[in-house]
């Protein structure tokens, strides 16, 4: 892909993170870009390098056609949609509420599906675009702790793989991202977001519990630079289905694939710390 008169990339959760990197990237690049973000106040700096900034709660259809309106209304239409904003419910299963799992699909699948419907007709129209989603290697390989979140991104794989097969007709290409470890705030928050209720008998291992949800930031690759080589990637003339970038995220698919069930769940549960609950064993 290249950079279109009166086309412009359209990226979701820009106030942080990957988000914001990828705008600086694209923009970087020459390209036109329309950085969202639920709060104004965290896309200052793209503002001040010349980025296009509007609100956008990814989760509400007014915003999403607000924000589609003002670009028509400037004569420009979404050439590259990037659904990067996302949301991560760590825990255990049994502690996570039912509010939380709705939370986690509604940011995780249902928005990203909403906004691409709504951007897709202005692509057909065109006869060309792309739709990236930022997934996670997370939704190839679950975890312990992290099963709501894993199994939004799984489910936003298998979505990913339906668009980029229905679509390829309609002359759009549709890239799945799925990264490893990268440097940003949403590892922060989905530290400081774990749900434990008190009477949990996973409070034995509370320990593990917390390793998961910092599991993303440890030894991360920045932000800056899983931008740059997305975006590098992106450029090419057909761009590959499927990019892995960063810390792990060649790795984990590949256990996942050639390792026994029976060996990785036994890696994985001694990692977080679940063996400690086997019977028999201290509490």
Known sequence: MTPQANEVVLITGCGSGIGKALALAF????????????????????????ILTLAMDVTRGEDIQRVLATLRSAGAHVGVLVNNAGYGAMGPLLDVPSEEWQRQFDVNLFAPMALTRAVLPGMIQHQRGAVVNISSVSGVMTTPFAGAYCASKAALNAASDALRMELRPLGIDVVTVQPGGIRSSFGDRAANQVNLALESPYQAVRSGVLARANESQEDATSADVFAD??????????????????????????????????????????RFELTRLAPGKAR
Not at 31 to 46: G, I, W
Not at 252 to 268: C, E, F, M, Y
């Open 27 to 50: 923009h970087r690049q020459g390209f036109s870009v329309c950085a969202t973000a639920r709060r104004m106040d965290t896309m200052k700096d793209l503002a001040q390098e010349g």
């Open 229 to 270: 080589e997305l975006v590098h990637q992106l450029k090419r003339e057909r761009p590959p289905a499927v990019i892995r970038i960063g810390k792990k995220s060649t790795l984990l698919p590949l256990l996942k694939q050639v390792l026994p069930t029976a060996l990785l769940d036994r890696i994985l549960s001694k």
